[in-house]
């Protein structure tokens, strides 16, 4: 009896083994060029990387910026689904662009909540850490649509070098309500001055 509750969990074991086997057939390599990337407040940036897969199985791939980036850049990261056949290798990588915008990160001195602001660029540039993570993205619908994605454990470092770009209060649209309320004032001021002639000539008469 012993024996064979022996050999059943022997042969648990290797099942679970192969089934780990078989999950790791699946994964994907990352290609880069670059570790820092300069981008200003506010501007769209992308990065081009290359994608392959030397294993046995063909994936969907999208990448993502990890938690310490997400935290300094806009929702709109956006990297387009690429198909990856089974056994590509680095030197044929799949271009696969990441577009992100970098949030405003530096201190502006507004006169009223978020308008009429200036910013002056007065301290050091700041850096941010992170990384660009690969994505296993499925179909989650019969007509084909992108759902939902899945890591799968690859990854590699960017650093992003955030630029500050001063620039001064606008006053344009302080100076364009100004002009608007001197036209009312002027449009009212001479509408009273008919009304109050006609009066004057309806006395006379």
């Excluded at 915008?101 to 502006?108: D, I, R, S, T």
């Excluded at 001195?109 to 993205?137: H, M, N, R, W």
């Excluded at 620039?167 to 608007?180: E, N």
Aim: proline fraction near 3%.
């Amino acid at each position: 009896m012993r024996k064979i509750g022996l050999l059943a969990v022997l042969f648990v074991l290797v099942v679970l083994f192969s089934m780990s086997l078989v999950d790791a057939r699946k994964g994907v390599g990352i290609k880069w060029d670059l570790n820092t990337l300069l981008v200003e407040e506010g501007k769209p940036v992308c990065v081009d990387y290359g994608v392959y897969n030397p294993w046995d199985e063909d994936v969907q791939i999208g990448l993502e910026l990890g938690s310490e980036l997400s935290a300094v850049t806009t929702d709109s990261a956006f990297s387009e689904p690429r198909f990856v056949k089974a056994h590509t290798s680095s030197q044929d990588a799949v271009p696969v662009s990441l577009c992100f915008k970098a949030e405003n990160v530096y201190e502006m001195d507004c006169l009223v909540g978020s308008f009429l602001c200036t910013q002056k660029c007065a301290g050091p540039e700041k850096f941010y850490e992170g990384e660009v993570v690969a994505v296993e993205i499925k179909n989650d619908t019969a007509q084909g649509a992108f759902g939902s994605s899945t890591s799968i454990g690859v990854s590699t470092k960017l650093k992003l070098k955030v630029s500050c770009v001063p620039f001064s209060r606008d006053w344009t649209v302080v100076f364009a309500v100004l002009f608007v309320i001197a036209i009312f004032i002027v449009v009212y001021a001479l509408r009273r001055r008919r009304m109050s002639k006609r009066g004057e000539e309806n006395v006379v008469v």
